[in-house]
């Protein structure tokens, strides 16, 4: 039973990551751009929800959602600002600027607000569920019932929704998007709303979860989300999904083996072993570099 | 209808086009002839506005549309079936058909020329739900002219219909081209396969290293001995 409720940790762990996750695979898969400032994008969730439940003392629902939305706002802002003049640029210079970002966005939260902790409150009453003999604390529901929901509306906004349509035609092939008459900045900065806004959400969500939360809380999560992103295939959204997943199970189940200080590590080895084995991940397609 | 007036075009560093006009009226079928690499998908793209022309000007109906945007030039009208069809391979044949009318609102409009498609092209309307990625070259070509149908376009630019398929298969789409001129729709095609081209269309200019070196009409070409030569496959 102690496994079950293990598992149901990792899960826990695994959707934060997938949220993350989701983000980085949206905006590699529409300008093969690693957006390494995704995870501060994340902090910035946790704080803004954080400020909004603690300070401005509205409940959990209304905090995700206003969250969700700065970091939507955010997430297009660092695309207009920052990236989107290096369209035509080399891959690095994308990449240097987006580790950049990341540094400004960072240092910034800590000139204003200092490096210090802060401690989310508490949302939910701490109460487990007992279901058929295994003990399911609350908060837990809460995050997979938020994680289920929003996975299930960005399924339903990429397959169903003119702009998620417009979406998959952009990532595909830009030029041939275009001539439908697409809008391709504007898709563009759609995709870096809905995974700022997905980050964002992990963001509260973490700070429920975990209840500490700093200004650098978005490097580590923010690199497993990447390597969960890799793990399920970069630019596939269900991959990122299983992704996320897995790698929380794993480390979870790392934790629970006794190696809790190579829990870490094991992302990393995860990451090295899908490298060498399968460099397109599990959902990834073998594509060829086009000259 | 359409009027291009001296433009200047480069791509990248190359000097693609220089000094080139042309013409072409409505209800017309105009071909574009010439070798790989002279200029023709090039003035294609400056037209739907993938390229922005550094001199010159382009008249749409009396508009000056040259350096528009795409999603500006496919609303007025313009439509554009790229080299090497282009379909959006992971996604289904219905919804490349939808994307072609990304910019159309009227839901039962939309409903209708996609059945028209389907009339057109019913081995697309067996395979609507397939991934276009799957379907064969001359099926993923019907494909990508059925998408730029559903814009409703008055001018449609083809570039290089016939481009790897089975003469058989070329035969068809040229049926089809000259099919949907017939039911209203003006066309500019590109071809390095003049035989066909010239047979189905009205006008034609030949372009040879970014410049329009002769032009006429089609039967005129047909017969003129400098085409002949050059791209007819001699005598």
Redo the contacts between chains.
């Keep these: 039973m102690e496994w079950i409720q293990q598992l149901v940790n990792g899960i826990s762990l695994g959707s934060i990551y997938a949220l993350i996750a989701l983000g980085y695979t949206m905006v590699y898969g529409i300008i093969k751009l690693i957006n390494f400032a995704h995870g501060d994008v994340f902090m910035l969730g946790a704080f803004i929800g954080f400020y909004a439940i603690a300070r401005w003392e509205i409940g959990f629902f209304p905090a995700l959602i206003i969250a969700m939305a700065l970091c939507a706002i955010i997430g297009v802002v660092i695309e207009r600002v920052a990236y989107k003049r290096l369209r035509n640029a080399t891959r690095i210079a994308a990449l240097i600027t987006a580790i950049g970002v990341s540094l400004l966005i960072e240092n910034v939260v800590i000139y204003f607000r200092g490096a210090s902790p802060e401690a989310y409150p508490e949302v939910l009453p701490e109460t487990s569920i007992n279901i058929l003999g295994v003990n399911i604390s609350s908060i837990s529901i809460l995050i997979l019932a938020v994680t289920i929901v929003l996975m299930i509306l960005l399924q339903f906004i990429v397959h169903k929704t003119?702009i998620g349509?417009?979406m998959?035609?952009v990532s595909?092939?830009p030029?041939?998007?275009?001539?439908?008459?697409?809008?391709v900045d504007n898709t563009i900065s759609a995709t870096f709303a809905i995974g700022s806004a997905l980050a964002g959400a992990a963001g509260v969500i973490f700070g429920v979860y975990y209840t500490r939360i700093e200004p650098l809380m978005g490097v580590l999560p923010g690199l497993k989300a990447f390597i969960a992103a890799v793990f399920g295939g970069i630019g596939s959204i269900p991959g990122a999904m299983v992704g996320g997943l897995s790698l929380g199970v794993v480390e979870t189940v790392v934790s629970a083996l006794g190696f809790s200080l190579w829990r870490d590590a094991a992302a990393f080895v995860i990451l090295i072993l899908i490298l060498i084995l399968k460099p397109s991940g599990i959902f990834g397609k073998n594509t060829r570099e086009k000259v | 209808m359409l009027k291009v007036d001296n433009i200047d075009v480069f791509y990248g560093n190359i000097h693609a086009l220089k000094d080139v006009s042309l013409e072409v009226n409505e209800g017309e079928i105009v071909t574009l002839i010439g070798a790989n690499g002279a200029g023709k998908s090039t003035l294609l793209k400056t037209l739907s506005g993938l390229l922005k022309p550094k001199k010159g000007v382009v008249l749409y109906q009396s508009q000056q549309i040259g350096g528009k945007p795409a999603q500006a030039i496919v609303k007025n009208g313009i439509s554009h079936v790229p080299e090497g069809r282009r379909v959006f391979s992971t996604m289904s044949v219905e919804e490349n058909l939808e994307l072609g009318a990304y910019l159309r609102n009227d839901r039962e409009g939309i409903k209708k020329d996609m059945a028209n498609v389907y009339e057109l092209f019913p081995i697309l309307g067996e395979r609507r739900k397939q991934p276009s990625g799957t379907l064969s070259g001359g099926e993923q070509q019907m494909l990508a002219m059925g998408r730029a149908l559903m814009a409703k376009p008055k001018l449609l630019l083809l570039d290089e219909p016939s481009m790897g398929l089975a003469p058989l298969i070329v035969k068809k789409i040229f049926e089809i081209i000259k099919m949907v001129n017939e039911q209203g729709t003006t066309v500019l095609l590109v071809e390095q396969n003049a035989n066909m081209a010239l047979s189905i269309a009205n006008r034609a200019y030949v372009i040879e290293t970014g410049k329009i070196v002769l032009s006429g009409t089609a039967k005129e070409l047909q017969e003129s001995e400098q085409v002949k030569a050059a791209y007819l496959g001699g005598l």
């Design positions: 003119k349509k417009a998959r035609a595909l092939d030029d041939a998007a275009r001539l439908m008459g697409i809008n």
